[in-house]
């Protein structure tokens, strides 16, 4: 992720997909609450070494690696233990995602990524990474300019 990104989400305040965690020389409980959070949720960002007030305090450089160790070890656990009931959980939430969207580009063309977000409760961010992955794969195209263009349905049965 590019600096300006970082910089521009360190600056928002934090919200269900943003949060700052000071971590200085340990990941705290916290952060495992809010793996789990965006996990359960829409994902986000969480930003270690950053405090509640967006100053960027980094992390002790002493203890980068414990920290990093302390999560590869909870990361590899999780996937261990819940692995497959998550990816079929997220296969399922994907596979209704992108047919909530196609109905409502097939009730309105020309819908923008932002009312698309607000109607199906994702962020914008996700919305066009759906949007991507359904241009990729053939499922739909847009016509003519993001102002003013619409959007086609190519392939339902993708």
């Known amino acids: 992720m590019e ?7 360190i600056q928002s305040n934090e919200s269900e997909t943003i949060e700052f965690e000071k971590c200085l020389n340990k ?5 495992f609450e809010t793996v789990c959070a965006f996990l359960n949720r829409k994902g986000g960002h969480l930003f270690i070494g950053v405090t509640d007030d967006k100053k960027i ?10 920290i990093n ?21 997220v296969g399922e939430t994907v596979g209704k995602t992108v047919g909530e969207i196609l109905k409502l580009i097939e009730v309105n063309p020309k819908i923008t990524r932002d009312e698309l977000a607000k109607k199906t409760g994702l962020s914008v961010r996700g ?21 003013g263009g619409y959007w086609e349905i190519i392939n339902k049965n993708k």
Do not use: A, H
């Not at 600096?3 to 989400?9: A, R």
């Not at 990941?27 to 952060?31: A, D, L, M, T, W």
């Open 3 to 9: 600096s300006i990104v970082l910089n521009t989400l």
């Open 27 to 31: 990941i705290s409980g916290s952060v």
């Open 57 to 66: 305090i980094g992390v002790n450089e002493k203890c980068v690696f414990s």
């Open 69 to 89: 160790y302390s999560g590869v070890n909870t990361n590899n656990t999780m996937q261990e233990t819940v692995g497959k009931t998550v990816g079929k959980t």
């Open 127 to 147: 919305i066009e990474w759906n949007l991507k992955k359904m241009k990729d794969q053939n499922i739909i195209r847009r016509i003519g300019p993001d102002k």
